[in-house]
């Protein structure tokens, strides 16, 4: 419908028409919804995808620069200084979890107020000059291993564009293709969480010693050929997101916007339809969700090798080698469940495709609880030394790739296996039977990847069309918290009180995530829904 204008519609030559000032704003407001209504031209679709696709990309590579050298820390570490023990390894392993937490949120402000294209080169930059410091590591006299903590700090830091990477995906997507976007974010992560460990092993034929070159003091060998060839690839995405990375933005109808993060003129209107403002419980409820739902992965990941070397008498070598086939198993199981979700939330919606996630994972941990009267095998102390080598709390901060390079005292010639005797719930509880580990394992790796993609996808439209940047650096560090403390978590409880506390507190803490789902459930819905300006059944 035609604004009303009153008095003439036109004055004299070169006059513009004579509207009031309420009726040039309703022209001006009509205007531009009729620009809004402009249907995305191809070449600007394309554009957009494109950029989408650097974004996997860099979630891709921020995953592989934290799993391509992790299988080799340990044996480094030993390497360059031998005064480093395992709880300092602790430190090393959870130095890039306290980076990417400390700088997910300052990227995602500074994503905010300029272009993505600035924090995604600057903290990519930082990852490539950290890898590079993390091959030289060698070189100093003394307190070597301080030089690696910084560096896989550094690496972690760099990290901290993940931030930017999801609020980027959620401004350049609308809510029909969010729930996709965002699980393809997710299995790229996963994708290179599983390829890094193989990266390592392919540059395991390099040797210890490998190749010196003198004149710059390099040694390219197992150790640091990984992190220079991650370096290589940081390069690769920092010349591709000058190349190809372009700033776009559409509302949650699919219309193009422009924002602060242009740095010019781009076509496009200033979305109007971020006035609003956002339901701060929902926010809060989805960062504690997320938080739970990274600390219990995290749980599950390091209390695998402890849990099944004391269970079914495994030497640390068998453990490594078993659970690192399931693990790697657990991550193709994600991948697809990644992609099967897309699909599904279509037809039932996100949260309760998240609801069920939950359910899946507090049945998966339930399993796990000591249900026959079998005990485990004991790992009895030796009369003749009165020692026992045995996995310590310092021990169990470790993932379960590091526990492979650890070697047996000097004095036994066969390693002890079993539960052993010092943590005395091993006389009382009962073993819990390898069947039930696997279908845990199972039912965990399904119901982990659901609720990873439907807090993001929730969380993003929750925000709607407001800058994402700080608020997707609070998930994004809420996450990193939940990874440092998953490893201390089963070093205290589990050690000291076993198995039963351990799974119980953890189906607790689900059950209480289930009942926050339930109480801010109805209130988890998209910003333009919230605000009446699409219905739900077309999100």
Same mark, same amino acid.
């Given at each position: 419908?035609?604004?009303?204008?009153?008095?003439?519609?036109?004055?004299?030559?070169?006059?513009?028409?004579?509207?009031?000032?309420?009726?040039?704003?309703?022209?001006?407001e009509?205007?531009?919804?009729?620009?809004?209504?402009?249907?995305?031209?191809?070449?600007?679709?394309?554009?957009?995808?494109?950029?989408?696709?650097?974004?996997? +990309?860099?979630?891709f #590579?921020?995953? &592989?620069?934290?799993?391509?050298?992790?299988?080799?820390?340990?044996?480094?570490?030993?390497?360059?200084?031998?005064?480093?023990?395992?709880?300092?390894?602790?430190?090393?392993?959870?130095?890039?979890?306290?980076?990417?937490?400390?700088?997910?949120?300052?990227?995602? #402000?500074? =994503?905010?107020?300029?272009?993505?294209?600035?924090?995604?080169v600057?903290?990519?930059?930082?990852?490539?000059?950290?890898n590079?410091?993390?091959?030289?590591?060698? &070189?100093?006299?003394?307190?070597?291993?301080?030089?690696? #903590?910084?560096?896989?700090?550094?690496?972690?830091?760099?990290?901290?564009?993940?931030?930017?990477?999801?609020?980027?995906?959620?401004?350049?997507? =609308?809510?029909?293709?969010?729930?996709?976007?965002?699980?393809?974010?997710?299995?790229?992560?996963?994708?290179?969480?599983?390829?890094?460990?193989?990266?390592?092993?392919?540059?395991?034929?390099?040797?210890?010693?490998g190749?010196?070159?003198?004149?710059?003091?390099?040694?390219?060998?197992?150790?640091?050929?990984?992190?220079?060839?991650?370096?290589?690839?940081?390069?690769?995405?920092?010349?591709l997101?000058?190349?190809?990375?372009?700033?776009?933005?559409?509302?949650?109808?699919?219309?193009?916007c422009?924002?602060?993060?242009?740095?010019?003129?781009?076509?496009?209107? #200033?979305?109007?339809?971020?006035?609003?403002?956002?339901?701060?419980?929902?926010?809060?409820?989805?960062?504690?969700?997320?938080?739970?739902?990274?600390?219990?992965?995290?749980?599950?990941?390091?209390?695998?090798?402890?849990?099944?070397?004391?269970?079914y008498?495994?030497?640390?070598?068998?453990?490594?080698?078993?659970?690192?086939?399931?693990?790697?198993?657990?991550?193709?199981? =994600?991948?697809?469940?990644? !992609?099967?979700?897309?699909?599904?939330?279509?037809?039932?919606?996100?949260?309760?495709? +998240?609801?069920?996630?939950?359910?899946?994972?507090?049945?998966?941990?339930?399993?796990?609880? $000591?249900?026959?009267?079998?005990?485990?095998?004991?790992?009895? *102390?030796?009369?003749?030394?009165? =020692?026992?080598?045995?996995t310590?709390s310092?021990?169990?901060? !470790?993932?379960?790739?590091?526990? *492979?390079?650890?070697?047996?005292?000097?004095?036994?010639?066969?390693? @002890?296996?079993?539960?052993?005797?010092?943590?005395?719930?091993?006389?009382?509880? @009962?073993m819990?039977?390898?069947?039930?580990?696997?279908?845990?394992?199972?039912?965990?790796?399904?119901?982990?990847?659901?609720?990873?993609?439907?807090?993001?996808?929730?969380?993003?439209?929750?925000?709607? $069309?407001?800058?994402?940047?700080?608020?997707?650096?609070?998930?994004?560090?809420?996450?990193?918290?939940?990874?440092?403390?998953?490893?201390?978590?089963?070093? *205290?409880?589990?050690?000291?009180?076993?198995?039963?506390?351990?799974?119980? +507190?953890?189906?607790?803490?689900v059950?209480?995530?289930? +009942?926050?789902?339930?109480?801010?459930?109805?209130?988890?819905?998209?910003?333009?829904?919230?605000?009446?300006?699409? *219905?739900?059944?077309?999100?």
């Amino acid at each position: 419908m035609a604004a009303e204008v009153s008095g003439p519609e036109v004055g004299g030559e070169g006059q513009e028409p004579l509207l009031s000032g309420g009726e040039a704003a309703a022209a001006a407001e009509e205007e531009e919804e009729e620009s809004r209504d402009v249907v995305e031209t191809q070449e600007h679709y394309k554009s957009r995808w494109r950029s989408i696709w650097i974004m996997y +990309l860099t979630m891709f #590579l921020s995953s &592989v620069g934290f799993s391509i050298v992790i299988m080799s820390v340990w044996p480094y570490l030993q390497k360059i200084d031998p005064t480093a023990d395992a709880s300092f390894l602790g430190w090393i392993i959870a130095s890039y979890s306290i980076g990417q937490m400390v700088a997910s949120p300052l990227f995602g #402000l500074w =994503s905010n107020y300029r272009p993505r294209r600035e924090p995604l080169v600057i903290s990519t930059a930082i990852s490539v000059a950290a890898n590079c410091l993390y091959a030289y590591v060698h &070189v100093p006299h003394s307190h070597n291993k301080y030089y690696m #903590l910084t560096a896989r700090a550094l690496v972690g830091f760099g990290a901290g564009n993940v931030a930017v990477v999801r609020s980027y995906i959620a401004g350049a997507t =609308s809510l029909t293709e969010r729930t996709s976007a965002m699980a393809n974010t997710s299995a790229c992560q996963a994708v290179g969480f599983i390829l890094g460990p193989v990266f390592q092993t392919c540059f395991t034929l390099i040797g210890e010693e490998g190749i010196t070159w003198k004149l710059i003091r390099l040694q390219l060998n197992m150790y640091t050929a990984p992190v220079l060839f991650g370096a290589l690839l940081g390069v690769i995405n920092i010349i591709l997101i000058f190349a190809i990375l372009r700033e776009h933005r559409v509302d949650d109808l699919g219309r193009q916007c422009r924002s602060i993060n242009f740095e010019g003129e781009e076509s496009g209107v #200033l979305d109007h339809d971020a006035e609003g403002n956002v339901d701060h419980v929902a926010v809060v409820a989805i960062n504690f969700l997320f938080f739970v739902i990274l600390f219990v992965f995290a749980v599950f990941e390091t209390i695998a090798t402890p849990l099944t070397m004391d269970m079914y008498s495994w030497t640390r070598k068998e453990a490594v080698f078993y659970n690192g086939i399931i693990l790697s198993v657990v991550g193709i199981e =994600s991948v697809i469940v990644f !992609m099967v979700v897309k699909t599904l939330s279509k037809k039932t919606g996100e949260r309760a495709i +998240l609801h069920g996630g939950l359910l899946i994972v507090l049945v998966g941990f339930f399993i796990l609880l $000591p249900w026959g009267k079998k005990l485990p095998n004991i790992q009895w *102390q030796e009369i003749k030394n009165n =020692s026992i080598p045995r996995t310590t709390s310092t021990e169990t901060l !470790m993932p379960f790739w590091s526990l *492979q390079a650890m070697q047996l005292p000097s004095n036994h010639t066969v390693e @002890p296996v079993g539960c052993p005797v010092t943590q005395s719930w091993c006389l009382n509880t @009962p073993m819990i039977y390898l069947a039930q580990y696997i279908s845990s394992d199972i039912l965990i790796g399904l119901g982990y990847p659901v609720c990873n993609v439907m807090s993001y996808t929730l969380y993003s439209k929750i925000l709607g $069309p407001k800058p994402q940047g700080v608020y997707m650096g609070w998930l994004t560090a809420s996450g990193s918290g939940a990874r440092i403390l998953g490893p201390v978590f089963v070093s *205290q409880i589990y050690t000291h009180l076993g198995p039963r506390w351990a799974f119980s +507190l953890i189906c607790g803490v689900v059950v209480v995530s289930l +009942l926050l789902l339930e109480i801010v459930y109805k209130r988890l819905i998209a910003f333009s829904v919230r605000y009446g300006r699409m *219905q739900e059944e077309s999100c």
